[in-house]
């Protein structure tokens, strides 16, 4: 299964950079069929990637929720945009759809952070959160499958 981890966030406010932190982690496990993207928000250019990818990973910071969730997305029946700076997963897997670029399974990992001030070095909370995020994304990667949360 041909996958692609996507880690995005903002490395100069401490926690937020969790997702890039857990992105980079998986690329240096060389998985076969497994590439890796970093960025700083989801952005409409991503959806023209979506029909090379059988599944698509992304990793992001949280501010609230559980330490680590991973669920898996489904699209968004909203077909606006409330500002051109936000565009969720729900609403990129849809225009992936709608657009026929197609039509991969996708999946959000949210890692909690404690700190979102200037900084670059993430608190030695999200660190742990890191290593348990990065482990649900190679069992996802490995087993081709994952518990998913009952709100998906």
Same mark, same amino acid.
């Given at each position: 299964?041909?996958? $692609? =981890?996507?880690?995005? @966030?903002?490395?100069? +406010?401490?926690?937020?950079?969790?997702?890039?932190?857990?992105?980079? &982690?998986? #690329?240096?496990?060389?998985?076969?069929?497994?590439?890796?993207?970093?960025?700083?928000?989801?952005?409409?250019? $991503? =959806?023209?990637?979506? @029909?090379?990818?059988? +599944?698509?990973?992304?990793?992001?910071?949280?501010?609230?929720?559980? &330490?680590? #969730?991973?669920?898996?997305?489904?699209?968004?029946?909203?077909?606006?945009?409330?500002?051109?700076?936000?565009?969720?997963?729900?609403?990129?897997?849809?225009?992936?759809?709608?657009?026929?670029?197609?039509?991969?399974?996708?999946?959000?990992?949210?890692?909690?952070?404690?700190?979102?001030?200037?900084?670059?070095?993430?608190?030695?909370?999200?660190?742990?959160?890191?290593?348990?995020?990065?482990?649900?994304?190679?069992?996802?990667?490995?087993?081709?499958?994952?518990?998913?949360?009952?709100?998906?």
């Amino acid at each position: 299964m041909k996958t $692609l =981890v996507i880690g995005y @966030g903002n490395t100069l +406010r401490c926690d937020d950079g969790v997702g890039i932190h857990v992105a980079q &982690e998986i #690329e240096k496990e060389g998985f076969d069929g497994v590439e890796v993207r970093t960025c700083q928000q989801l952005h409409m250019d $991503l =959806v023209s990637e979506f @029909g090379d990818y059988d +599944r698509i990973i992304l990793a992001d910071a949280s501010v609230d929720g559980e &330490e680590v #969730e991973m669920r898996k997305i489904r699209p968004t029946s909203q077909n606006f945009m409330a500002s051109s700076h936000h565009l969720g997963p729900e609403l990129l897997l849809r225009l992936s759809e709608i657009t026929h670029f197609g039509e991969p399974e996708l999946y959000l990992c949210m890692v909690r952070g404690r700190c979102f001030d200037y900084g670059d070095q993430l608190s030695e909370e999200a660190k742990g959160r890191a290593r348990s995020a990065i482990g649900q994304i190679k069992n996802l990667i490995a087993e081709g499958g994952v518990t998913v949360d009952a709100r998906s």
